[in-house]
């Protein structure tokens, strides 16, 4: 963990942003895989983490806002938990290392709420997305299941927001980490690839060294010779000669802080013209989007922008027909490029997306543009220094929406269905990489994983 007074500073920071009551962060459990002992991989609340550093399970914290003062609320293990899980430093002594000296048992949290209550003070918390977090919310505010989404608190969200989106050096240095380990998890996924062996090898290999690293994958690895499918975690499928391979993965380090990078690659180590063709068009527009990156900008702007260069490329290759600016505003590019083109990146791989996208991508000068893919975009405001941000966009031929357009006649006065025809089985490519927002501009984080068609293949080379 950081240093206390990083975590004592943030709380400080939180408290002056909002004007009275209490702030209940919770923390997360185990979740159960198949029976209570049997848990999935425990990941830790990024917020909770954010003010409160532990990294464990079943606390709570609380920032008074009017006293000032800090609690951490969690039980201290008895000898059942010695005997089966080792020693344990005590709920104290944690608490201390993060800078807080207000502890209890866990069963005080509801005296405490209960008491801020009956004096009619406000109790702040987060939207829940965890079942067993709503039934605590629920009974601890005395409020029904179904309906404690709907008492959350708007100020708290904002000033959560506000504070996470600017990362500090320490953050940085630690994405930085986790881009390392993602540089070594593509690389070495490149250095797999070839025909005949499965996705799960390759899949398996990056999750590997993802959890060699320390942490564990940032958010299921997604690889797959049908790249056209936009989250694909399914890695059954036999790799062969005329495909590409799309590797969509990134990892956590032991703070959990993410990486999330996008590179797809011919399994024949060569690029075919056709597919040389369509790489160089998204590789166009990842670095248009990264040249466009810088404080002040709209990123729904740099958004559109990638979608302009896309849509230029397609025509250039007779896919797309018309004046490209007329086709991007009536969403033409989208049957290619039906995504966002990226998104905030911290301790979540999309940062703080638990608090509501539309708080964290979009503000009172920026809102959601409604139309096919770029309602997609979840982030659209101006860009801060000190935002992380991945720009990944992509080109895809996915049959059904083909199909679909091309049954419905939709936006046929800017698409060559004939030509599109000859790509139906493409599958799809994407390129990501990771970003920090300078004073002046934007830096990418970590090494970049090779890129061109030139690094590829060589890298390839060497399999
Ligand atoms: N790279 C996966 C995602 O951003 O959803
Ligand atoms: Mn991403």
Redesign the pocket.
């Given at each position: 963990m950081f240093n206390k007074d990083v975590y004592a500073k943030r709380r400080d920071q939180l408290r002056s942003k909002i004007d009275s009551g209490i702030i209940l962060i919770l923390g997360n459990g185990d979740a159960p895989m198949n029976y209570p002992a049997n848990p999935y991989q425990f990941r830790q609340d990024s917020s909770f983490l954010y003010f409160f550093g532990l990294d464990y399970q079943n606390l709570a914290g609380v920032l008074d806002v009017d006293a000032g003062k800090d609690y951490i609320f969690g039980n201290d293990v008895d000898m059942d938990d010695i005997i089966w899980m080792g020693p344990q430093d005590s709920i104290s002594d944690r608490a201390k290392k993060v800078g807080i000296v207000n502890t209890s048992e866990f069963s005080g949290l509801a005296k405490f709420v209960n008491e801020a209550i009956s004096k009619g003070r406000k109790v702040h918390f987060l939207p829940p997305y965890r079942a067993e977090n709503i039934i605590l919310l629920g009974s601890l505010l005395g409020i029904r299941n179904t309906n404690v989404k709907q008492y959350v608190s708007i100020d708290l969200i904002k000033a959560i927001v506000s504070l996470r989106s600017i990362k500090d050096k320490y953050e940085i240095a630690e994405i930085e980490k986790a881009a390392a380990i993602g540089y070594e998890m593509h690389t070495t996924a490149m250095k797999m690839t070839r025909a005949g062996i499965y996705e799960r090898e390759i899949a398996g290999r990056m999750e590997g060294i993802a959890l060699s690293g320390g942490g564990k994958v940032s958010?299921p690895v997604?690889l797959s010779i049908h790249g056209e499918t936009l989250?694909n975690h399914y890695h059954g499928n036999k790799l062969t000669e005329d495909r590409m391979l799309l590797s969509?993965a990134g990892a956590e380090t032991e703070m959990r802080y993410c990486s999330?990078f996008?590179r797809t690659f011919p399994v024949s180590g060569k690029f075919s013209q056709k597919q040389r063709e369509i790489y160089e068009i998204v590789l166009a527009a990842n670095n248009a989007a990264t040249l466009a990156t810088k404080p002040g900008v709209k990123y729904q702007d740099v958004h559109l922008l990638a979608a302009r260069v896309i849509a230029s490329g397609l025509k250039d290759l007779g896919l797309m027909k018309g004046d490209v600016d007329e086709a991007v505003k009536a969403g033409a590019h989208a049957m290619f490029f039906p995504h966002g083109l990226g998104?905030m990146m911290g301790l979540d791989?999309?940062d703080m997306e638990d608090l509501g996208e539309n708080y964290v991508g979009y503000d009172e000068h920026t809102s959601r543009i409604d139309q096919f893919g770029t309602a997609y975009l979840r982030l659209g405001k101006k860009l801060e220094p000190g935002y992380v941000i991945?720009n990944?966009p992509g080109i895809y031929f996915i049959p059904a929406l083909i199909d679909k357009w091309k049954n419905e006649k939709i936006n046929e006065a800017f698409i060559n269905f004939d030509k599109v025809n000859e790509y139906h089985d493409f599958g799809g490519i994407r390129l990501?990489d990771d970003i920090l927002v300078t004073d002046d501009g934007c830096r990418l984080l970590g090494d970049r994983i090779p890129i061109t068609v030139d690094e590829v293949e060589a890298i390839m080379q060497n399999r």
């Amino acid at each position: 963990m950081f240093n206390k007074d990083v975590y004592a500073k943030r709380r400080d920071q939180l408290r002056s942003k909002i004007d009275s009551g209490i702030i209940l962060i919770l923390g997360n459990g185990d979740a159960p895989m198949n029976y209570p002992a049997n848990p999935y991989q425990f990941r830790q609340d990024s917020s909770f983490l954010y003010f409160f550093g532990l990294d464990y399970q079943n606390l709570a914290g609380v920032l008074d806002v009017d006293a000032g003062k800090d609690y951490i609320f969690g039980n201290d293990v008895d000898m059942d938990d010695i005997i089966w899980m080792g020693p344990q430093d005590s709920i104290s002594d944690r608490a201390k290392k993060v800078g807080i000296v207000n502890t209890s048992e866990f069963s005080g949290l509801a005296k405490f709420v209960n008491e801020a209550i009956s004096k009619g003070r406000k109790v702040h918390f987060l939207p829940p997305y965890r079942a067993e977090n709503i039934i605590l919310l629920g009974s601890l505010l005395g409020i029904r299941n179904t309906n404690v989404k709907q008492y959350v608190s708007i100020d708290l969200i904002k000033a959560i927001v506000s504070l996470r989106s600017i990362k500090d050096k320490y953050e940085i240095a630690e994405i930085e980490k986790a881009a390392a380990i993602g540089y070594e998890m593509h690389t070495t996924a490149m250095k797999m690839t070839r025909a005949g062996i499965y996705e799960r090898e390759i899949a398996g290999r990056m999750e590997g060294i993802a959890l060699s690293g320390g942490g564990k994958v940032s958010f299921p690895v997604i690889l797959s010779i049908h790249g056209e499918t936009l989250h694909n975690h399914y890695h059954g499928n036999k790799l062969t000669e005329d495909r590409m391979l799309l590797s969509d993965a990134g990892a956590e380090t032991e703070m959990r802080y993410c990486s999330d990078f996008t590179r797809t690659f011919p399994v024949s180590g060569k690029f075919s013209q056709k597919q040389r063709e369509i790489y160089e068009i998204v590789l166009a527009a990842n670095n248009a989007a990264t040249l466009a990156t810088k404080p002040g900008v709209k990123y729904q702007d740099v958004h559109l922008l990638a979608a302009r260069v896309i849509a230029s490329g397609l025509k250039d290759l007779g896919l797309m027909k018309g004046d490209v600016d007329e086709a991007v505003k009536a969403g033409a590019h989208a049957m290619f490029f039906p995504h966002g083109l990226g998104h905030m990146m911290g301790l979540d791989v999309h940062d703080m997306e638990d608090l509501g996208e539309n708080y964290v991508g979009y503000d009172e000068h920026t809102s959601r543009i409604d139309q096919f893919g770029t309602a997609y975009l979840r982030l659209g405001k101006k860009l801060e220094p000190g935002y992380v941000i991945t720009n990944e966009p992509g080109i895809y031929f996915i049959p059904a929406l083909i199909d679909k357009w091309k049954n419905e006649k939709i936006n046929e006065a800017f698409i060559n269905f004939d030509k599109v025809n000859e790509y139906h089985d493409f599958g799809g490519i994407r390129l990501e990489d990771d970003i920090l927002v300078t004073d002046d501009g934007c830096r990418l984080l970590g090494d970049r994983i090779p890129i061109t068609v030139d690094e590829v293949e060589a890298i390839m080379q060497n399999r």
